[in-house]
């Protein structure tokens, strides 16, 4: 019953940026985690950002200072907004919720959508 859909990906060169959305059905966003999670071939599977649903967010240090995490609760949707995009930022992109509301680094994500690919040329 419970779906999360991205879109927002694509092709882009270093410096540029994108805009990625997680879109759920069949539940709110609100009193759980959100996250956007990436992971290029052959590499681990890495936590980009979080959130919860008092706005508190968390990134990676990859990412921090580039990435932003962000939701509309009355849309369900959840963003990530990507600045200063390098060739190391590619990489398939998933959104994922976990039943929790704090300590959102630390869950377990069980619900997860079917990714968006990002490339970022140099």
């Known amino acids: 019953q419970v779906q999360l859909v991205e879109s927002g990906g694509g092709s882009v060169q270093a410096g540029g940026s994108l805009r990625l959305s997680c879109e759920a059905s069949?539940?709110?966003?609100?009193?759980?985690?959100m996250a956007w999670f990436r992971q290029a071939p052959g590499k681990e599977r890495e936590r980009v950002a979080t959130?919860?649903?008092?706005?508190?967010?968390t990134y990676a240090d990859s990412v921090k200072g580039r990435f932003t995490v962000s939701k509309d609760s009355a849309k369900n949707t959840l963003y990530l907004q990507m600045n200063s995009l390098k060739p190391e930022d590619t990489a398939m992109y998933y959104c994922?919720?976990?039943?929790?509301?704090?300590?959102?680094?630390?869950?377990?994500?069980?619900?997860w959508g079917q990714g968006t690919q990002v490339t970022v040329s140099s």
């Open positions: 994922a919720s976990a039943p929790a509301d704090y300590n959102c680094r630390l869950r377990t994500y069980t619900v």
């Open positions: 069949g539940y709110t966003y609100s009193r759980v985690c």
């Open positions: 959130i919860n649903s008092s706005g508190s967010t």
